[in-house]
């Protein structure tokens, strides 16, 4: 019996090591932030222990990246990283430092999501090529590209449902989404937004190529609905995700940029570029509940402190600052200045939720934001224009 | 080097039989017949490709039955739909007007994809002698009514009295701009357009109780077309503002921008009038025919002082 007891024992033991050695591991994945540089050769990652630049991992080539995101593969932390200028993405294995594989893809390559679903165990990723209107469907088991979608109009946001049973494909360059069965990797809807707009003019194609279209479709935490704004028509639209038809339209403010939602569920909020407010729209009733007053150009918002604050990226002729809002108090708070002659790209919110990292392309430096404190600590020299960042597991990164 | 008005004519001659011999030598006929042998290979790969193109755009799946959709849903004019199923798309399309067309567009470049810069349409602006404001619209874009707003706001706190409406080489743009801006100057109740649709009339009315009642000059080109030519009739009707330049495009049709299978198709789906009764292809003649750009502005600062 005693011996019973000390085997059990000892396999708990085991247990527990090990299952701290993932905790350890998983938090040491928790702990980088990665920039892709517009201008350098290499990605950065960030220590946010130490917040010190930690490693460089050299792409060997100048290629205009713009985003990245990470997961956890079979054989540790990877990294996908678009090349826009060189119509490629790497495949990065963080520990080793080292690129795997460059696929060639469609032209611009920027935004994607990365998903795994019952019809693909293992990751799989969906790369909007800007430029030719395409989506390159990524095995990132095989490191291949497997399927290029056409019929896109300047695919921007790629977002999959809860299952990743389906894909949103946001077209920037009209006002339609499209929906993708990921087990066949097929166009299965289009969604429209706003009305077909009417032009009169000698050269129809000067009005194409000014068309603000939707940026992105941004899920509510349960997944149940998904909000898109669309520049033109000034409005949300809600969409239902069981059925894919929009059930409202919202109406915002000038040049609706794209929706973030709270972690909490609670809110969607929307930056109007045009008229510099920030709609605050209920995420449960689907109704507009406020609008903030904001200012200069607004590249993105970030949630902190599960919900109740939030910040929104702005850049204005002169100078970069924060907007700060409180979503308890449903007001403005004021806002944070960064610097003079700056401009603010992306951020991204921390696991824990409490602290965001900024960059900031025109001094080569990330910011680092206390949401307790909002106290302001920069990180100098990451890399040459930092562009798009992102932390495995973060709460929100985003880019543009 | 002087001119030489009295050449000789023998010695002429010679030097052209000269010239003429060398310029056929050998060298030289191998090299033109290089030359026409470049020159076609060129003519008939462009034609190959461009019928290749062609016959790439009747191949894209679903692309006629949804033009069919389209110009059924919003065509300005009747047509038949059911001749259409045995006629291919080139022949579709070349049944519409002339102001419709299928088109690919290009991607957007730098920031202005992002959606976070607007280019402004209203340039040079600025208060000159007597108080004449002047101000040039290139296009209308979605945000030119509010560009005129402030424009229109600030060159009244500087001081101007009269307004000289630069309107050359504006193509047109977005019509809903265009006629928020012509509502600005239309009376309470007045006709700011009329619109002629598939099937029915649009009479739109002004909304507007506090119109800018101001002397002004326009100055328009043989590039100004559309809603910048609505814009300038309607200024002229409503505001006696006075025309100046060269006769305009007369383009006065509207059109929907479709997306059809990653192509897009611009349709007409109606013209637009100002008084009821004006030709579809009517261009504005105006008031005074000048065609040097210095003298235009000359005679519209002229007409403003006086």
């Known amino acids: 019996m005693n011996k019973i007891k000390l085997i059990m024992s000892g396999l708990i033991l085991c247990l527990a090591v090990s299952s701290n050695a993932q905790m350890e591991s998983l938090s040491e994945e928790n702990n980088r932030l990665f920039v892709a540089n517009q201008d350098s050769d290499y990605v950065s990652v960030i220590d946010l222990k130490t917040l010190q630049l930690s490693k460089k991992i050299n792409l060997d080539i100048l290629s205009a990246s713009h985003m990245t995101m990470a997961w956890t593969g079979k054989t540790g932390q990877k990294l996908l990283v678009t090349m826009t200028g060189r119509n490629e993405v790497a495949i990065v294995d963080v520990e080793k430092g080292i690129v795997e594989a460059k696929l060639p893809v469609g032209r611009s390559p920027e935004h994607f999501a990365i998903e795994k679903n019952k019809d693909y165990p293992e990751y799989f990723a969906y790369v909007a090529n800007f430029d030719d209107g395409s989506i390159s469907v990524i095995d990132l088991a095989l490191n291949k590209e497997i399927k290029r979608i056409n019929g896109f109009y300047e695919p921007h946001g790629v977002t999959f449902n809860a299952d990743a049973s389906k894909a949103y494909i946001a077209n920037f360059g009209a006002h339609r989404i499209d929906v993708i069965d990921t087990a066949k990797h097929e166009i299965a809807k289009q969604l429209s937004i706003g009305d077909v707009y009417q032009v009169a003019l000698k050269n129809p194609s000067r009005y194409l190529s000014e068309i603000k279209g939707i940026a992105n479709v941004t899920l509510t935490s349960n997944g149940r609905y998904g909000y898109a704004a669309d520049g033109d028509s000034n409005l949300v639209a809600v969409i239902d995700t069981e059925k894919d038809s929009i059930v409202k339209t919202i109406p915002v403010g000038e040049d609706p940029w794209r929706t973030y939602h709270s972690p909490d569920g609670k809110w969607m909020l929307v930056p109007n570029n045009g008229d510099e407010t920030v709609s605050v729209i209920d995420a449960e009733k689907h109704k507009l509940r406020s609008t903030f007053p904001a200012g200069g150009t607004i590249t993105g ?87 798009g960042t992102t932390i495995q597991g973060d709460m929100a990164s985003y880019c543009h | ?154 060159l009244t706190k500087d001081g101007a009295s009269k307004l000289i409406l630069d309107l050359r080489g504006n193509e047109g743009g977005d019509f809903d701009s265009c006629l928020k801006i012509t509502e600005r100057f239309v009376s309470y109740g007045e006709t700011l357009a009329i619109i002629q649709e598939k099937e029915k009339k649009i009479i739109k009315k002004s909304e507007n109780k506090v119109p800018i009642k101001i002397p002004m000059v326009i100055l328009v080109d043989s590039n100004t077309a559309s809603s910048a030519e609505f814009l300038a009739s309607s200024l002229r009707k409503h505001n006696q503002a006075t025309i100046i330049g060269l006769p305009t495009q007369g383009k006065r049709t509207v059109q929907k921008m479709i997306p059809v299978e990653t192509l897009w198709l611009s349709l007409t789906v109606g013209t637009w009038e100002i008084t009821g009764n004006s030709d579809e292809s009517e261009k504005i003649e105006p008031d005074f025919f000048i065609a040097n750009k210095d003298q235009q502005l000359e005679k519209a600062i002229s007409l403003c002082k006086h």
């Open chain 1, 301 to 387: 918002i970030n949630f902190v402190l599960g919900g109740k604050k939030a910040y929104a990226l702005a850049t204005t002729e002169s100078e970069a600052l924060l907007h700060v809002y409180d979503l308890q108090k449903m007001k403005e708070k004021g806002t944070i200045l960064i610097g003079k002659g700056l401009r603010l790209e992306t951020a991204s919110t921390s696991v824990d939720g409490k602290t965001i990292y900024v960059a900031s392309s025109v001094d080569n430096s990330i910011y680092s934001i206390d949401a307790e404190t909002d106290k302001v600590t920069k990180i100098a020299n990451v890399g040459i224009t930092p562009w």
């Open chain 2, 1 to 154: 080097m002087p001119l030489n008005k009295n050449p000789k004519p023998t010695l002429d001659c010679e030097i052209f039989l000269d010239s003429h011999k060398q310029r056929w030598s050998w060298d030289r006929r191998l090299k033109l017949f290089v030359t026409i042998l470049l020159v076609c290979t060129l003519f008939v790969s462009r034609n190959y490709l461009l019928g290749d193109e062609r016959s790439k755009i009747n191949e894209i799946p679903g692309l006629k039955k949804a033009i069919v959709q389209a110009i059924q849903k919003y065509y300005f004019k009747p047509v038949n739909i059911n001749e259409f199923e045995k006629s291919s798309l080139s022949e579709i399309l070349q049944v519409l007007d002339k102001d419709s067309s299928l088109i690919q567009s290009e991607p957007k470049k730098s920031d202005f994809v992002r959606g976070f810069k607007n280019k402004k349409s209203i340039k040079n602006y600025k208060i000159i002698a007597e108080k004449i404001g002047v101000f040039h619209i290139s296009y209308f874009s979605k945000s030119t009514a509010k560009e005129f707003e402030k424009i229109h706001k600030k």
